[in-house]
């Protein structure tokens, strides 16, 4: 993630992410046609050259992981986004400075920026039976690199300490082994978590905003079962 942006204007994204995790849900625990997916991504992108490859390896992964325990889920998804995508900022790889995309765009040209690892872990986790209280988008400020970024946390029970599955080293760490990464917020489709010192407390929900809306759009048009209805 670019460092373009103050950490509390990250917040004009929270209600989008929200709101696509809970109108998501249906369609995660549902089958996907890969075959259907890659005619569509195809049709949409263009040749998808070694995306291809990378798509099929999702697939893979997605039929033979789902009755290993979570923990390995955890590690599998998280070794498999890290090394079949590249960092590369949004200039750079989309020409605009704020590109959200869906896995199979991140697949394509595997590439994105920490976001796109985020919420390619998330989907799939979800699609593995990973259940979204036990997963939050967390919103941090990478104090090494002095810049926003997005991990995926994971917690075994509510009030447990969460594993950070993170874009930058393939470990995946209790957040208590992660002095450089400071939270800022961290959200689900149950709604909003904010830091502090009892804990994290949840604070509410947000209202939808249009650019998760277009990553949904466009997952449906990749021929992800999506409900459309809130």
Not at 211 to 217: A, E, G, S
């Amino acid at each position: 993630m670019a460092v373009r942006f103050a950490i509390p204007q990250t917040l004009r994204w929270l209600g989008c992410a929200l709101w696509l995790a809970g109108v998501m849900l249906g369609g995660l625990q549902a089958d996907w046609d890969f075959s259907l997916i890659s005619r569509r991504a195809q049709a949409l992108y263009g040749p998808l050259g070694a995306g291809q490859q990378r798509i099929d390896a999702w697939q893979h992964l997605l039929a033979t992981q789902k009755q290993v325990g979570e923990l390995q889920q955890l590690n599998v998804v998280n070794q498999f986004f890290n090394k079949q995508m590249r960092y590369e900022e949004d200039i750079d790889l989309w020409h605009t400075v704020d590109y959200w995309e869906t896995p199979i765009e991140g697949l394509w040209k595997g590439a994105g920026d920490c976001e796109d690892y985020a919420i390619a872990k998330y989907f799939s986790l979800r699609h593995l039976g990973v259940s979204s209280d036990k997963l939050r988008i967390t919103y941090v400020k990478a104090l090494r690199l002095n810049r926003a970024h997005m991990v995926l946390t994971y917690y075994s029970s509510p009030d447990a300490m969460p594993l950070v599955l993170d874009s930058l080293i393939d470990a995946i760490k209790p957040a208590s082994q992660r002095a450089d990464l400071l939270p800022v917020y961290s959200f689900n489709a149950e709604g909003l978590w904010l830091p502090g010192a009892k804990g994290n407390k949840k604070v509410g929900d947000t209202k939808r905003l249009s650019r998760w809306q277009d990553v949904l759009k466009k997952m449906q048009a990749e021929g992800f079962p999506v409900e459309t209805t809130n």
